[in-house]
């Protein structure tokens, strides 16, 4: 079973709109963070915000925030004011508790999101 | 000052051949990693290794050897190279291995087999 689930292969939004990128997870474990990375066309992977399974309050970092609802084990990035440069594939990616007791991030098939004049 | 280098940054090859990537980070952190990107732009972690000490190693052929020096360089070396070896291959590294730390990645290295 897949572990990040992004459902929207690929997203359209006009500059200065908002846009929700979606992202569901499936674990067990009660600890676990939550990542957002973009990756543009020039190919690095740059993380952009991050959410903790404790944290009660929604994470922010600037025009990004996280739509984070436990219950639902979602996860949804929502980008507002879109600028050409947000033209990317932007991954939501987990990371859990291992059997050893280490952990890695596990990525979503991730969104290529593209923003138009 | 790059926090995190990959080299070579593109690589071509025949199959067959024996190549190395390397990787050094500045930042201080204590775990690294590579991960495989492949043509669906998919990744998916390949080793970990926690102040030299490998410890998450995924199902991954045995013609992939990482080796870590120090715990600020992982080189992954890749021996009878494949066709399906083709793939971004990245670096990326963490403070520590806990569930908080950010990962840094690299820039990544396009590998090519032809």
């Known amino acids: 079973a897949q572990k990040i689930t992004q459902t929207q292969p690929g997203m359209f939004v006009q500059e200065k709109e908002a846009v929700t990128l979606d992202c569901t997870y499936d674990?067990?474990?009660?600890?676990?963070?939550l990542f957002w990375y973009k990756q543009p066309s020039s190919g690095e992977m740059i993380f952009l915000i991050y959410q903790g399974s404790y944290d009660e309050q929604n994470a922010t970092e600037g025009r990004y925030s996280l739509n984070f609802q436990k219950a639902r084990k979602s996860a949804n990035l929502v980008i507002s004011a879109s600028q050409l440069g947000d033209s990317a594939m932007y991954f939501c990616?987990?990371?859990?508790?291992?059997?050893?007791?280490?952990?890695?991030?596990?990525f979503g098939k991730g969104t290529m999101l593209l923003v138009s004049p | 000052d790059t926090a995190v280098s990959q080299t070579p940054k593109y690589l071509v090859t025949q199959m067959g051949n024996d190549k190395s990537i390397k990787c050094e980070q500045n930042l201080g952190h204590d775990t690294m990693y590579w991960y495989k990107q492949d043509s669906k732009k998919f990744l998916k972690i390949m080793f970990s290794y926690n102040n030299k000490e490998l410890i998450i190693n995924e199902t991954v052929p045995n013609r992939f050897s990482p080796k870590s020096p120090d715990k600020a360089h992982l080189n992954l070396h890749i021996n009878s190279l494949e066709l399906g070896d083709s793939a971004v291959y990245f670096c990326a590294s963490s403070r520590t291995r806990s569930g908080a730390n950010v990962l840094t990645f690299g820039a990544g290295s396009r590998l090519t087999v032809l």
């Open positions: 674990t067990s474990d009660q600890s676990y963070g």
């Open positions: 990616a987990m990371r859990e508790p291992g059997l050893s007791g280490y952990s890695t991030l596990t």
